[in-house]
């Protein structure tokens, strides 16, 4: 039993979907550093801190 060759279409279908899943990772890192670091600084403010003042 052999394996056809894959199609040109598919092979740039995983080029496509390998770019997007990079820049989404990518996005996902950054929102996550962001968080960390703006909770270690201490910026981290409950929202329901305004309202008791």
Known sequence: ???RDEHELHKRRFGR?????LVLAA???IVFGLTVV???RGDYE???AVMQN
């Not at 979907?17 to 899943?21: A, I, K, S």
């Open 27 to 29: 996005f996902i890192v």
């Open 38 to 40: 703006k909770v270690t």
């Open 17 to 21: 979907n390998l770019g997007v899943g």
């Open 1 to 3: 039993m052999s394996f």
């Open 46 to 48: 409950p929202a329901n």
